[in-house]
T-cell receptor
Framework: DGGITQSPKYLFRKEGQNVTLSCEQN?????MYWYRQDPGQGLRLIYY???????QKGDIAEGYSVSREKKESFPLTVTSAQKNPTAFYLC?????????????FGAGSRLTVL | GENVEQHPSTLSVQEGDSAVIKCTYS??????FPWYKQELGKRPQLIID?????GEKKDQRIAVTLNKTAKHFSLHITETQPEDSAVYFC????????????FGSGTRLSIRP
């Protein structure tokens, strides 16, 4: 799957529960990203990380949290504070070198709140 | 902050005709502009990209043009085929924010038989 693995592919959650989406890459990429996609809409940036132990908020970070303890891993936690969490979540990574800007996506995780 | 606007949001063309999708960006320091194709239920896939030191790039039926002065870039698909039906996204790498990549809102392209 292009070196980026997201799990689970489908996830159902009850209101009030936190849930963590996994993203692992074996591409040795420095930068990693989380995007949210709603039906018929574009990709909105939640969080991104340029290096280990560092991350920045994107445009819609409220109700989400991330960690970057290892270069290969960038898990996303959807907290109970996220008012409308049902969406398709895409993780991506990119080589941080100045000449290597190609963004590679995982297959996505579809979260449904019951 | 950085912003990327994409038009049109939907586009329907006759098979064999050409399709053009346009994007504008706000950060004049942006230097990399990729285009992604997303089929239903699948991940976005890179189809072509262009860097700010180039005005045009072609790959078979697909081409991208960049006008740095006007801060806009366009995707051109010629001789469209049914398999071109998908959602297309443009993006701009905001140099001032290093790794932050902002996407346009997407264009749903439909090819009529």
């Amino acid at each position: 799957d292009g070196g980026i693995t997201q799990s689970p592919k489908y996830l159902f959650r009850k209101e009030g529960q936190n849930v963590t989406l996994s993203c692992e890459q074996n591409l040795n990429h420095d930068a990693m990203y989380w995007y949210r996609q709603d039906p018929g809409q574009g990709l909105r940036l939640i969080y991104y990380s340029q290096i280990v132990n560092d991350f920045q908020k994107g445009d819609i970070a409220e109700g989400y949290s991330v960690s970057r303890e290892k270069k290969e891993s960038f898990p996303l936690t959807v907290t109970s504070a996220q008012k409308n969490p049902t969406a398709f979540y895409l993780c991506a990574s990119r080589d941080g070198g100045s000449g290597a800007n190609v963004l590679t996506f995982g297959a996505g995780s579809r979260l449904t709140v019951l | 902050g950085e912003n990327v606007e994409q038009h049109p949001s939907t586009l329907s063309v006759q098979e064999g005709d050409s399709a053009v999708i346009k994007c504008t960006y706000s950060d004049s320091a942006s230097n990399y502009f990729p285009w992604y194709k997303q089929e239903l239920g699948k991940r976005p896939q890179l189809i072509i990209d262009i860097r700010s030191n180039v005005g045009e790039k072609k790959d078979q039926r697909i081409a991208v043009t960049l006008n740095k002065t006007a801060k806009h870039f366009s995707l051109h698909i010629t001789e469209t085929q049914p398999e071109d039906s998908a959602v297309y996204f443009c993006a701009a790498l905001g140099y001032s924010s290093a790794s932050k990549i902002i996407f346009g809102s997407g264009t749903r392209l439909s090819i009529r038989p």
